[in-house]
């Protein structure tokens, strides 16, 4: 490092100098410590102050910390908007549907709305639970109350299917019957007759 005293230092100053010069030679690359990314875990919660992110929990897993603060900048470009909330549903990994008041059948109160978060194959505790709705109350149009969260996991099951065939052909077999001899009778019979009338002679 070049140092920036005057021509005119004493030699105390130059020394001193040089002994600070130590301090500031760090090994650490300035431009990881903005990038959520890259910055060392240890420094996020200062990321997080530099970042304006509104709710932090100490113990959030380290993955969703950085999620926060990707997106920070812009939930308060686009807070108490729908898109807000896209956001914050998706930092957890999540998909969701949302339905207001106007696009029920019949129409809902006015001013509330419902979403259908799909929860896909991630996890969901109480403690996530609570993070979620925060964030939620966070984001949302202060103008607009949710009725109803619906939360959808498709579990799959694999499917075993099973099938068989049975084939085959019943023969029976007799024993070989004799020829048979049947002797043949034949009876023949003539019967005639013939009336004579016999009258006396008149």
């Known amino acids: 490092m070049k140092q920036l005293l005057p021509p005119n230092s004493t030699k105390l100053e130059l020394n001193v100098s040089k002994v600070l010069e130590n301090t500031t030679n760090l090994t650490i690359d300035i431009k990881k410590l903005i990038k959520p990314s890259d910055i060392p875990s240890q420094f ?26 990707k997106i920070a900048f812009d939930l308060h470009k686009c807070k108490g908007t729908i898109s807000a909330l896209r956001s914050v549903v998706e930092s957890f990994g999540f998909e969701f549907e949302i339905l207001e008041w106007w696009q029920k059948s019949p129409e809902g109160t006015p001013g509330t709305f419902e979403f259908s978060v799909e929860l896909n194959e991630a996890n969901f505790d ?37 099938s068989t065939f049975y084939d085959g052909q019943h023969t029976t077999i007799y024993p070989e019957l004799p020829e048979l001899i049947v002797p043949l009778n034949s009876l023949a019979a003539h019967f005639d007759y013939q009336i004579t009338a016999v009258f006396p002679q008149v």
């Open 44 to 69: 996020l919660p200062h990321l997080a102050w530099q970042n304006s992110v509104d709710r932090w929990n100490r113990n959030w897993p380290e993955d969703f910390k950085r999620k926060q603060i």
């Open 126 to 162: 109480e403690t996530e639970y609570n993070t979620f709705i925060d964030l939620i109350n966070d984001n949302k149009p202060l103008t607009r109350h949710f009725t109803a969260i619906n939360f959808k996991k498709n579990i799959p099951v694999p499917v075993r299917i099973g």
